[in-house]
Each structure stands twice: as structure tokens, then as C-alpha cells.
């Protein structure tokens, strides 16, 4: 089972990025993704939490401090799974195909890459739909196969923005439950970006609660419930007494982000 | 609901269906029908000769009798627009990627291409004429102007690749190539092919306006040379028969590339989407 270690995957020192048209996204953050945690970083929009993992999966560059990598293989070609907010899927591609994508660009074969694919599409439920066209599937299940899409390489860190925004409530909790015993059966880490403190409280076991102009760490919050957690533990007491301590610290995140 | 109406429902929603298609076969058809007929009217009450204006049984005569000159004027036309596309087609996409691989080369001749093909090509074709033989000269006019539609629609749709799927392309590691075979030219597919649709009629415009042009010089006979020579010889009715030809080659060619549209992109495009319910 997948918990916490005292390894460090990546550290964050003093990051700090400022847009060409002026705009400091970011300004002194500093952060360690520890290994096989559930990271979730939360905060108000436009604090940077979406550029934070941006930065860590090397799609954008920092202006300023340094991020370090104690094991290089962690950041090869194929180590870092990405799933947006939006499925980000090839239209012209079925769902094998789609989900084929690292592979194909890392110029492994399809004969030699299917076994891996197709584990990796009934991990998220979507055996039977490898032939399908993104346009014939649901928001839920064009998200799912993102998800097998950025696990199918087995990444040792999974970076995940706002992947469940734009979803109705009962794929969201569907979705939030079995990636959750994706990350407890692989131990992959993750660290997962939202703009919910429901969402962050049920899935991670450390919340990094961050404030705006620039974005920075305003308070971190451990989530000591074990895994694996269900249904049951959304209406729990203990659920809740989280979800209050996390509330308190986004609502001074963000009076922090206004008064600076 | 009661299951009578759960099955009459359907029943009528197809009916209402199949008579719509019919209204959509049958429509134009009576349209056309309507004209001839009026047409055919205007011609006999008025007595006019056919010099002035034949009578569409006349045209239709012509057509069959002048079969031999017109099949092998087609052919030309149809030879040289298709080269023309062809041209056009590898032209337009081969200059779509090299401006989309290098801003600086777009920058330097995009503004010419612009030039092309807002100067009217029944202007160009003259001098082209000139300096070049005729046949060459036909198919650089139809090259013109169908070459500009697939290089801007082309470079559009290279230009409008996902940003996300773009940075997905990069974190694994994909070289320009790859970005460019695997991504780039899939998602610009559908712009492409809009070009090519524009391009296809364009090349025919082009290739018609070269002959013209080339007037009574033209040893090569395409159909816009018999439908010149034609008048010159106030042969009338075989100016309508070649025109007839003209309207149905551009009309086959649009069916034809409206086919390859829907052919490669059914599977997974927007445009391609068949209603249901």
C-alpha cells in the first residue's frame, strides 16, 4: 500500500515565475513532493498552483530558484504522467491509440506496447472501448482515458491539474474513488491541483494550501486518515473536522492574497 | 406513456424523414425542369433563331453531334484542372508546414502568396502566355489560383493544434517530426481538406480563365477554347453544350471531393456528425 516516505522526489527552493506581460505567478515557493504521497496543492484561482505543476513537469520554465531532482531518471521522457483539465485527447485517434501516444513517441511498437496499453485502459474501466472515437464517449470516460493515458508508462510521479473541474458530481466521486485505488495498487506519487477543499480532503494525505499575488505557501495540512477510504468516510465525522481545518486555511489563504 | 405512442412516435418522426429527403432529391429537379420548360417557352413564342438563343433540345442535339470535339475538349480541361489541383494541393500544404517550421520564411513570402492571389488572374494569364508555353501557362493560372485556399486554410489549421496536446507532445519527449506527422497535420486535416474543397472549383475557374486568354492562339482545346472558337462562329448552341459540360465537371468535382471529406473525417470529426433523434 501506498503511503508517504521520508524520500524526496523533487524540491521546489524559491521558485518564482513572472509572465512576459508582468504577471508574478509564482514568487518564493518552496515545496518537497515526497515520495508515493497524495499531494494535492489547493487554492483560489490564479495562485499559481497550475504554474507550480507546470514547472515540475518541465512545460514551463521558472524565472528564478531551484527545483532538484534527487533521482535524474524521475524526470526522463515517459516518468511524468500529465492529465489536464480537459481530456486533451486526439479526435482523429481511437481510445487505444490515444492512450498509445507515449509509447508511439518514445518508439516503442504497437504489437510490443498493446499488453501495457490494455492494462492500462481496464485499470480506469475502458477494456471495452479501445475502438471507440473520443467523440463517442462521455466527459467521465474521455477524462478516464487520460488517466490511463498518463498511467500506462507506470510514471513515477503523476501531475494532475484540475482534472475533475468540468465534471458532474457523480462522475467526479466515481472518478476520485478509483483513482485513488489506481494510486493505492501502483504508488505512483501524485500530486493533484484543486480548487476544492471536498476533493482535496478526501484524496490526499498532505494539502499545501497556497495564496495569491504571487503564489506562494500559505499553510500545510495533513490528512492522517488511512487508505483505503470510501463513501463512508465523506459523511464522517473526521471528514468533515478536515474539511473545516482546510476551509479556515483557504479563507485566510486568500485574505493573505488580498491584503499583499 | 402508453406504448401505442411510444411506437407511433418513431413512426412518424421517419415518415416526416423519408419525406424530406424525397423534398430535398425532388426540389431542385422541378426547379430545373420549370427552367427548361420556360426556357424551351421563350424560344418558340418568340421565334427566336438559334444564333440568338437555341432551344434546350437544340443544345441537347448539339451536345450528342459535337460528342467526338466535346469529349476530347473535357478531357483536356479535366487534365489540366486536376493537375492544377494536385499542384495546388502539394504547393499549399508543402508551404503551410515550411511557414509553420519557420517563422522567418512565412514572414518573407506570405505577403507574396497574398499578392498571387489578389491579382486577378485573368490579368496574369496574358503575360504568362508570353513566357511560357501554353499548356504550361494553363496549368500556372489554375495552379494560382487554387493554391492560396489550401495555404491558408492549411496554416490555419496547423496553427490551431491544442495547446495542451502540444506541451503533452513535448513532456514525452516527441521531436519536431513527430509533432508535425503525429499531431500537426492531423488536427489541420479538416481545415486542409476545406481548402481543397475551394481549391477544387477554383482550379477548374483557373484553368478556363487560361484558355480564354489564350483565345484563338490555343493549339491545346480545352472546353473554354471551344466555347471561344464557338462564339467567334456564332455556333451557339455548342457554346451552350460546352458550358453544360463546364457546370457539370465543376459539380462532379465538388461531389467528389465533398465524398473524400466525409470519407476521412466520419470517424471522429464534428462536421461529419450525422444528427440522431
Not at chain 2, 489578389?118 to 504550361?136: E, F, G, M, N, R
Not at chain 2, 477544387?200 to 483557373?206: A, F, K, P, Q, V
Request: contains cysteine; glycine residues 8%; aromatic residues 8%.
Amino acid at each position: 500500500m501506498a503511503q508517504a516516505s521520508a524520500v524526496t522526489v523533487a524540491s521546489l527552493r524559491g521558485v518564482a515565475k513572472r509572465f512576459a506581460s508582468g504577471t508574478r505567478a509564482l514568487g518564493d515557493l518552496n515545496l518537497d513532493v515526497r515520495q508515493g504521497e497524495f499531494l494535492t496543492l489547493l487554492g483560489p484561482s490564479g495562485c499559481g498552483k497550475s504554474t507550480a505543476l507546470r514547472i515540475l513537469a518541465g512545460l514551463s520554465e521558472a524565472s528564478d530558484g531551484v527545483i532538484t531532482w534527487p533521482d535524474a531518471s524521475a524526470r526522463a521522457a515517459g516518468a511524468i504522467g500529465f492529465v489536464f483539465q480537459e481530456p486533451t485527447l486526439m479526435p482523429w485517434a481511437n481510445v487505444f491509440d490515444n492512450a498509445y501516444l507515449p509509447f508511439r513517441l518514445a518508439g516503442t511498437s504497437r504489437a510490443q506496447a498493446a499488453a501495457r496499453v490494455n492494462a492500462a485502459l481496464d485499470g480506469v474501466g475502458l477494456g471495452d472501448f479501445a475502438d471507440a472515437y473520443p467523440r463517442e464517449l462521455s466527459g467521465g470516460m474521455k477524462m478516464r482515458v487520460s488517466i490511463a493515458r498518463a498511467l500506462a508508462t507506470q510514471p513515477h510521479l503523476l501531475l494532475m491539474d484540475e482534472p475533475f473541474a468540468a465534471l458532474d458530481e457523480i462522475s467526479r466521486f466515481k472518478l476520485n474513488n478509483d483513482l485513488l485505488a489506481l494510486w493505492q495498487q501502483r504508488g505512483t506519487t501524485v500530486v493533484f491541483v484543486t480548487h476544492s477543499v471536498f476533493e482535496s480532503v478526501y484524496l490526499s494525505n498532505r494539502i499545501v494550501v497556497m495564496t495569491s499575488r504571487p503564489g506562494r505557501v500559505f499553510a500545510e495540512l495533513t490528512v492522517d486518515t488511512p487508505y483505503p477510504r470510501s463513501e463512508s468516510f465523506r459523511t464522517s465525522a473526521e471528514y468533515v473536522a478536515h474539511c473545516r481545518r482546510a476551509s479556515q486555511a483557504l479563507v485566510g489563504a486568500m485574505a493573505a492574497g488580498e491584503s499583499a | 406513456m402508453s406504448r401505442a405512442g411510444t411506437r407511433a412516435a418513431p413512426a412518424r418522426a421517419d415518415d416526416q424523414l423519408r419525406r424530406e429527403r424525397w423534398l430535398r432529391v425532388l426540389s431542385p429537379i422541378a426547379a430545373l425542369v420549370l427552367g427548361v420548360v420556360a426556357w424551351d417557352l421563350v424560344v418558340r413564342v418568340n421565334v427566336l433563331p438559334p444564333y440568338v438563343l437555341p432551344s434546350p433540345l437544340l443544345v441537347l442535339q448539339t451536345l450528342f453531334a459535337d460528342w467526338a470535339i466535346l469529349w476530347r475538349a473535357l478531357l483536356t480541361t479535366l487534365a489540366i484542372t486536376f493537375e492544377g489541383l494536385i499542384l495546388a494541393l502539394a504547393g499549399g500544404i508543402g508551404l503551410a508546414v515550411l511557414f509553420n517550421q519557420s517563422r522567418a520564411v512565412e514572414y518573407s513570402l506570405y505577403p507574396y502568396a497574398v499578392v498571387l492571389q489578389v491579382t486577378p488572374v485573368v490579368a496574369i494569364a496574358p503575360l504568362l502566355l508570353i513566357y511560357l508555353p501554353q499548356q504550361v501557362a494553363v496549368l500556372a493560372c489554375a495552379w494560382i489560383v487554387a493554391f492560396f485556399p489550401v495555404l491558408a486554410n492549411t496554416t490555419l489549421g496547423l496553427n490551431s493544434v491544442d495547446r495542451n496536446l502540444l506541451a503533452l507532445f513535448s513532456l514525452y519527449g516527441a521531436s519536431r517530426w513527430r509533432i508535425l506527422v503525429n499531431l500537426k497535420l492531423p488536427a489541420a486535416l479538416p481545415h486542409m481538406l476545406g481548402g481543397l474543397k475551394i481549391a477544387g472549383g477554383l482550379s477548374l475557374i483557373g484553368a478556363v480563365v487560361a484558355e480564354i486568354a489564350a483565345g484563338s492562339a490555343g493549339a491545346g482545346s480545352g472546353l473554354a477554347y471551344r466555347i471561344v472558337e464557338s462564339g467567334y462562329r456564332l455556333n451557339i448552341p455548342r457554346m451552350f453544350a460546352a458550358l453544360i459540360l463546364l457546370s457539370a465537371t465543376g459539380i462532379a468535382m465538388f461531389i467528389a471531393l465533398s465524398a473524400l471529406t466525409h470519407l476521412l473525417l466520419r470517424r471522429w470529426h464534428e462536421s461529419a456528425l450525422v444528427e440522431e433523434g
